[in-house]
């Protein structure tokens, strides 16, 4: 019912963080996503009849259940990773978890093919329904499968839950919704184990249960695919939110920064990336990098002329004063200063427009005020 819609928003998921990791592949928190998204989408895919049906055929059958299981799982495994390494901790934390997760992931998939490998050949395409559900093999296939199920989809709601008390309201709202929708499967997954116990004495039976069952699946699956769009959709508006408000003050930065790097050409950081397209990709900064760097460049501009603003207004308080007074000497700064400086001439630096607080916000609003006086002045 939500299968396609859930591959499509996965397949989104991918493309969206993967951009980000290509631009930060070092960032751990960034490739656990990644890997999660993209294998729950390759899981999503392989569970279609029709695909688990090819796999069997080119390979052998029962191969393409074990494949789903494995992929499936490692996506689980992997989401309970990244909400491990988004909350923090120590970094011996950190390696504790992974190393029990990997052991018990590795041990899971191990054990789901020797079951495989253990069933006779005649009876590895069986499902929920077979009638040899008493068979050893395929029993211990499915309670291990669906054990494994539980804690994964456990651990995750949890690790979502704990994730959700630190995050913003909205951001919030959508991981509860996905925790209430993992928890949903995991209670899914219990069932499961229930349903192959009693068809151990009656194969085929309790039929009604398995369908009720299949219903609360359908409906845990559509609250997590819920609380993931709402979580995306926070997250993504934030960062348009972030994107505009950085480039609006880049662009109010800009009538102080072209003055300052007209006289101080050497001051800009910004370099053209070389290289192959992925390399390019790989170095192109965003919109709040490109902001941060044309306020450092102001900023290292204003203390590079702050000796020739100290000469023009010796008595003027440069470090506090109003910005539009401040704005009116900067050009006869820049008329005094030569257009090649000695290299032996020393020269002593001011405190020029100090912001009020120790950050980056107040120093901004120090310099974009500065910047709109400059304008008004040229206006």
């Known amino acids: 019912m939500f299968q396609v819609p859930l591959i499509i928003l996965l397949g989104i998921g991918v493309l969206w963080k993967g951009i980000d990791l290509a631009r930060a592949p070092h960032d751990r928190v960034l490739r656990f996503l990644v890997a999660c998204l993209l294998m729950l989408m390759a899981g999503e895919i392989l569970s279609f009849p029709e695909v688990n049906g090819a796999i069997d055929a080119a390979t052998a059958v029962g191969f393409g259940k074990v494949a789903f299981n494995g992929i499936y799982m490692s996506g689980l495994f992997a989401l309970i990773l990244f909400f491990a390494s988004s909350t923090g901790g120590s970094d011996a934390a950190y390696r504790r978890r992974l190393r029990i997760n990997t052991g018990l992931l590795a041990g899971v998939l191990s054990a789901l093919g020797i079951a495989m490998i253990a069933t006779p050949a005649a009876m590895r395409g069986h499902s929920l329904s077979t009638p040899y559900m008493a068979e050893p093999a395929i029993a211990s296939f499915y309670i291990i499968g669906n054990a494994s199920f539980v804690y994964a989809y456990l651990a995750s709601a949890l690790w979502a839950l704990r994730y959700a008390h630190r995050a913003s309201r909205h951001l919030g709202l959508g991981l509860r919704t996905m925790a209430l929708g993992l928890l949903g499967l995991m209670i899914t997954s ?4 229930i349903l192959v116990v009693l068809r151990i004495a009656e194969p085929g039976a309790h039929e009604a249960f398995n369908t009720v069952n299949w219903s609360i699946s359908n409906w845990a699956m559509g609250s997590v695919l819920i609380g993931i769009c709402y979580s995306a959709c926070v997250q993504l508006i934030s960062r348009l939110r972030s994107i505009v408000h950085h480039r609006r003050m880049h662009q109010e930065l800009t009538p102080l920064w072209t003055v300052l ?13 070389a290289g192959s397209k992925w390399h390019r990709l790989h170095q192109r900064r965003t919109h709040e990098q490109r902001f941060y760097r044309r306020l ?4 290292d501009g204003l203390v590079r002329l702050s000796p020739y603003l100290t000469r023009v207004a010796p008595d003027a308080d440069l470090a506090l004063g109003p910005a539009d007074r401040l704005a009116r000497h900067i050009p006869e700064a820049l008329a005094l200063k030569p257009t090649a400086e000695s290299p032996h001439t020393e020269l002593s630096a001011a405190r020029i427009a100090s912001p009020a607080t120790n950050d980056l916000g107040a120093d901004a ?3 974009i005020a500065i910047s709109h006086a400059l304008r008004e002045r040229k206006s």
Do not use: D, G, K, W
Not at 261 to 273: D, G, H, K, M, R
Not at 296 to 299: A, G, L, M, S, W
């Open 296 to 299: 450092i460049e102001c900023r």
């Open 190 to 193: 219990v069932n499961r184990m």
């Open 365 to 367: 609003r120090e310099l």
């Open 261 to 273: 790097t007209s006289a101080y050409p050497e001051l800009i950081l910004n370099q053209t990336p």
